[in-house]
């Protein structure tokens, strides 16, 4: 079973319409799927998935030097090879020996693994329509970039207006509460929506003190990226209810296992299309503490790259039982998407905040820099009918005034009626 060739093949996978009028200014290099296929000396084929602007680990540039010749089941576990490199040495290894992934991965616990919709910050009524569209296609959750510039409360009254009552959403703040004070008073406001399932990194992780704090006086399960705080002051403290999960399977079976000493759930964050979901899949099947969905943002893709698409039933679906990973990739799809960039960058743009009174503030940052440009402006947290959406560049000369006006980290703040 050696390695003879290794191919990787960049795809532009287009956002869905919806999600696309939201993800292109703040992550629109998401788009590029890396595929990986592996060759064995026997002619047994294995595809891989890496996402190279997110995954936990990008395939190395002198990968053919670390891998042709090698014997692919000495290689399985070594997950400094890169995710779709990984997926591949299973998924080849798997169809060689007859026997599904997760076979090789340890002992089946479950036959079918829960998944969550994933959605970035949206309006309210953008949300909403991301939520009923999760029910329609067989979601029981959602996880949402919960952020404060947004008023969130609107936008749970959007939402459970179009879902039935047994539809959850994990609200993920990514440290933009930013301090104990503002998450104490404001998560204790959501806890009357029965619906609202838990809350993941509301204040900087590090922040070992802080999290104390919120889990002692908040009515809702904490998550946290595991790792950070180091798990054992975080297991010390019991500063997080369960753990985010995102890594190589070497690294993951260990962080599971720790879990699972701890009787801590957690669900499995690992990006991508349909490859990658079904990776997800097979490690869910067997992992004790992957009981929460597992976050795989399959829906923000036009297209699974699959010959079969996903299909979920409940919010679950179920790991394969063909060899390998059981899937197989759409050659059409991957002609039709095939690229030779590997980033994309997003059209010129401001943001637009604006309150209820009237007052509006435009920043030139990054969705990714107002994560902590918002909060050390010391503005509202959540404000009752506040709102943020991107200018796009329209070429007028007031667009170029305000562009200019905002760059190297300065705002323009005005009254607009």
Same mark, same amino acid.
């Given at each position: 079973?050696?390695?003879?060739?290794?191919?990787? $093949?960049?795809?532009?996978?287009?956002?869905?319409?919806?999600? /696309?009028?939201?993800?292109?200014? &703040?992550?629109?290099?998401?788009?590029?799927?890396?595929?990986?296929? $592996?060759?064995?000396?026997?002619?047994? %084929?294995?595809?891989?998935?890496?996402? !190279?602007?997110?995954? &936990?680990?990008?395939?190395? +540039?002198?990968?053919?030097?670390?891998?042709?010749?090698?014997?692919?089941?000495?290689?399985?576990?070594?997950?400094?090879?890169?995710?779709g490199v990984q997926m591949a040495l299973f998924d080849a290894v798997g169809k060689?020996?007859?026997?599904?992934?997760?076979?090789?991965?340890?002992?089946?616990?479950?036959?079918? @693994?829960?998944?969550?919709? &994933?959605?970035?910050?949206?309006?309210?009524?953008?949300?909403?329509?991301?939520?009923?569209?999760?029910?329609?296609?067989?979601?029981?959750?959602?996880?949402?970039?919960?952020?404060?510039?947004?008023?969130?409360?609107?936008?749970?009254?959007?939402?459970?207006?179009?879902?039935?009552?047994?539809?959850?959403?994990? =609200?993920?703040?990514?440290?933009?509460?930013? /301090?104990?004070?503002?998450?104490?008073?404001?998560?204790?406001?959501?806890? *009357?929506?029965?619906?609202?399932?838990?809350?993941?990194?509301?204040?900087?992780?590090? #922040?070992?003190?802080?999290?104390?704090?919120?889990?002692?006086?908040?009515?809702?399960?904490? @998550?946290?990226?595991?790792?950070? *705080?180091?798990?054992?002051?975080?297991?010390?403290?019991?500063?997080? #209810?369960?753990?985010?999960?995102? @890594?190589?399977?070497? /690294? =993951?079976?260990?962080?599971?296992?720790?879990?699972e000493e701890a009787n801590k759930p957690f669900w499995l964050q690992l990006v991508?299309?349909?490859?990658?979901?079904?990776?997800?899949?097979?490690?869910?099947?067997? =992992?004790?503490?992957?009981?929460?969905?597992?976050?795989?943002?399959?829906?923000?893709?036009?297209?699974?790259?699959?010959?079969? *698409?996903?299909?979920?039933?409940?919010?679950?679906?179920?790991?394969?039982?063909?060899?390998?990973?059981?899937?197989? $990739?759409?050659?059409?799809?991957?002609?039709?998407?095939?690229? +030779?960039?590997?980033? %994309?960058?997003?059209?010129?743009?401001?943001?637009?905040?604006?309150?209820?009174?009237?007052? %509006?503030?435009?920043?030139?940052?990054?969705?990714?820099?107002?994560?902590?440009?918002? !909060?050390?402006?010391?503005?509202?947290?959540?404000?009752?009918?506040?709102?943020?959406? !991107?200018?796009? #560049?329209?070429?007028?000369?007031?667009?170029?005034?305000?562009?200019?006006?905002?760059?190297?980290?300065?705002? %323009?703040?005005?009254?607009?009626?």
């Amino acid at each position: 079973m050696k390695i003879t060739q290794i191919e990787l $093949i960049h795809l532009d996978v287009p956002f869905t319409q919806h999600t /696309n009028q939201h993800m292109q200014y &703040w992550l629109p290099h998401w788009r590029i799927s890396q595929l990986c296929k $592996i060759t064995l000396d026997n002619g047994v %084929v294995g595809w891989g998935e890496t996402m !190279p602007n997110y995954t &936990w680990s990008k395939v190395p +540039d002198h990968i053919a030097d670390l891998v042709i010749g090698h014997e692919a089941a000495e290689l399985l576990w070594h997950d400094e090879l890169g995710a779709g490199v990984q997926m591949a040495l299973f998924d080849a290894v798997g169809k060689v020996l007859n026997v599904p992934v997760y076979q090789l991965l340890g002992k089946k616990l479950r036959d079918w @693994a829960p998944i969550s919709w &994933w959605a970035m910050d949206m309006p309210p009524q953008a949300w909403a329509e991301q939520c009923a569209e999760a029910v329609r296609q067989g979601y029981m959750s959602a996880k949402l970039k919960a952020r404060t510039w947004y008023d969130l409360h609107a936008s749970l009254k959007a939402i459970f207006a179009v879902v039935p009552e047994q539809f959850i959403l994990d =609200l993920d703040f990514n440290a933009t509460l930013d /301090n104990a004070a503002n998450a104490v008073k404001f998560l204790s406001t959501l806890e *009357p929506y029965k619906q609202v399932a838990m809350f993941e990194s509301p204040i900087p992780q590090e #922040d070992v003190a802080g999290n104390v704090q919120i889990r002692q006086r908040i009515n809702r399960p904490v @998550a946290m990226h595991y790792g950070s *705080p180091p798990i054992m002051t975080t297991l010390h403290e019991d500063v997080a #209810d369960g753990f985010v999960l995102c @890594a190589g399977a070497a /690294n =993951l079976l260990k962080q599971a296992h720790i879990c699972e000493e701890a009787n801590k759930p957690f669900w499995l964050q690992l990006v991508g299309t349909g490859v990658t979901t079904t990776w997800a899949a097979h490690l869910g099947a067997v =992992l004790a503490q992957a009981r929460w969905p597992a976050i795989t943002c399959m829906n923000i893709w036009e297209s699974q790259l699959l010959q079969t *698409p996903i299909e979920l039933r409940g919010g679950f679906m179920r790991a394969p039982e063909k060899p390998g990973l059981g899937i197989e $990739i759409d050659p059409a799809l991957i002609e039709k998407y095939r690229v +030779d960039y590997t980033f %994309v960058n997003p059209p010129k743009h401001i943001y637009r905040y604006v309150r209820t009174n009237g007052e %509006v503030t435009y920043y030139g940052c990054s969705k990714q820099d107002l994560h902590h440009v918002y !909060p050390d402006d010391a503005q509202p947290v959540c404000e009752a009918g506040s709102t943020l959406d !991107p200018v796009a #560049d329209d070429g007028s000369a007031e667009f170029a005034k305000l562009h200019e006006a905002v760059q190297n980290g300065r705002t %323009v703040r005005r009254i607009e009626a």
